[in-house]
């Protein structure tokens, strides 16, 4: 049977290479859609290494000067930023406050580069005062985090996650090594300083900034004590609040931060808030092209039924004489339909041929080797599931051929 469905095919290959087209079309469109899916749901159910609730983002917008006298107001800037970090402290609603570049679902990132082996290990990066922690109640795994006792240390601390120890260090213990290469005394042009060891004193669970979209990355988080000379002006708070506070609050907060820094400005939102306008942003531009794609696999499908439906009113003859020869309607519904699958499997075929040259091409690179041959299991069924449906009713027309048809038929 399958063997003269293969011929069958075969001596209609003009008419089939058409729906061959469109098939391999519609899988190219559908692979993208679905990776895009996949990839983002396979990142949702990852951990994100913090507790956004209860979260307050509090950009603060301090009015600089520029030149060297930058340099020299810095640490007025800061005497001042320690201030208004004392002020949230006083109030009661207040759990915890840290200061920090960068909080969760903040657009924008810091990101670094270390040369391993001769190649490079890129990962994002932040800086951020010691109670950062408790605002986003990161859970350390190993080792410890920073505090007071790296005070005047030699070296920079910092806290790694796990995706960058293992980028980094492979499957040794990061505890204790320095995350850069250091540069040697003797090869460094004159009146340049050696860098810092920057040491990993503990290590996080996997650290996910941009939220539960995003994907798995590596994350190290730098020590500002608002102490030494090169520390950055931290650009936001991060300040959790007790469970219940409403908005309220918030008039009161800026009341008092402005009273304490009346030449700054300050914006405060939930970082609930932030997380839903970032979520919007990855997930409205896949439901647009998922809608596109939807029209588009729409209009396939009623291109596949009309090209049926003319093929089988065409085949008229074919099929009266194969019911007159004692062919039942249950074969060639049979006859039908598996043409149809065997036409669909050639373009599924070259289909799949090509989007697994896509990682070869660094083309949709994004996506793990899993996530990848789920993308193309669930557009394989999907293609037959669209084709298999499409070939329905023009199969169901084949079997309502009389025998008697075919003696009239011109």
């Given at each position: 049977m399958f063997k003269h469905i293969c011929k069958l095919v075969w001596n209609r290959k003009r008419v089939n290479f058409l729906i061959i087209l469109e098939i391999f079309i519609s899988f190219l469109v559908m692979f993208?859609?679905?990776?895009?899916?996949?990839?983002?749901?396979?990142?949702?159910?990852?951990?994100?290494?913090?507790?956004?609730?209860?979260?307050?983002?509090?950009?603060v917008e301090a009015i600089e000067k520029s030149g060297t006298a930058e340099k020299q107001d810095r640490p007025q800037q800061i005497e001042k930023f320690k201030r208004v970090m004392a002020a949230v402290?006083?109030?009661?609603?207040?759990?915890?406050?840290?200061?920090?570049?960068?909080?969760?679902?903040?657009?924008?990132?810091?990101?670094?580069?270390?040369?391993?082996?001769?190649k490079p290990v890129c990962y994002w990066a932040n800086a951020v005062t010691d109670d950062y922690r408790d605002v986003?109640?990161?859970?350390?795994?190993?080792?410890?985090?920073?505090?007071?006792?790296?005070?005047?240390?030699?070296?920079?601390?910092?806290?790694?996650?796990?995706?960058?120890?293992?980028?980094?260090?492979?499957?040794?213990?990061?505890?204790?090594?320095?995350?850069?290469?250091l540069d040697k005394q003797d090869s460094l042009p004159e009146g340049k300083r050696a860098r810092v060891e920057e040491r990993v004193v503990g290590m996080v669970d996997d650290f996910r900034k941009n939220g539960e979209f995003a994907e798995l990355k590596g994350y190290a988080i730098y020590r500002n004590s608002l102490r030494e000379a090169d520390d950055r002006l931290p650009r936001v708070l991060g300040v959790r609040v007790h469970p219940?506070?409403?908005?309220?609050?918030?008039?009161?907060?800026?009341?008092?931060?402005?009273?304490?820094?009346?030449d700054w400005s300050f914006t405060i939102k939930p970082l609930t808030q932030m997380r839903e306008e970032m979520h919007q942003q990855s997930i409205v531009p896949l439901t647009a092209f998922a809608v596109v794609a939807g029209f588009l696999m729409l209009m396939v499908?009623?291109?596949?039924?009309?090209?049926?439906?003319?093929?089988?009113?065409?085949?008229?003859?074919?099929?009266?004489?194969?019911?007159?020869?004692?062919?039942?309607?249950?074969?060639?519904?049979?006859?039908?339909?598996?043409?149809?699958?065997?036409?669909?499997?050639?373009?599924?075929?070259?289909?799949?041929?090509?989007?697994v040259q896509f990682p070869l091409l660094d083309f949709l690179g994004f996506a793990t080797p899993k996530v990848y041959a789920y993308a193309i299991v669930i557009s394989l069924l999907l293609i037959y599931a669209l084709t298999a449906v499409c070939g329905l009713y023009p199969s169901w027309l084949a079997t309502k051929v009389h025998p008697a048809e075919a003696l009239h038929y011109e």
């Open positions: 993208s859609v679905i990776v895009l899916t996949v990839y983002y749901a396979d990142n949702y159910r990852q951990p994100l290494g913090f507790d956004y609730q209860n979260v307050w983002y509090l950009q402290r006083e109030f009661g609603e207040v759990e915890a406050v840290a200061g920090a570049q960068y909080l969760p679902y903040m657009n924008g990132n810091w990101s670094s580069c270390n040369d391993v082996n001769g986003m109640r990161i859970n350390i795994v190993r080792g410890r985090w920073f505090g007071k006792e790296d005070d005047g240390a030699n070296y920079k601390p910092l806290i790694i996650n796990r995706q960058l120890a293992k980028e980094r260090f492979g499957n040794e213990d990061p505890i204790g090594k320095a995350l850069n290469q219940g506070v409403t908005a309220a609050f918030e008039e009161k907060l800026l009341k008092r931060l402005q009273n304490e820094a009346s499908g009623l291109g596949l039924i009309g090209v049926l439906w003319q093929s089988v009113t065409q085949r008229t003859k074919e099929i009266g004489l194969r019911r007159a020869k004692g062919a039942t309607k249950q074969r060639i519904y049979r006859q039908i339909l598996g043409e149809l699958l065997v036409i669909t499997t050639c373009g599924a075929l070259i289909g799949t041929l090509v989007v």
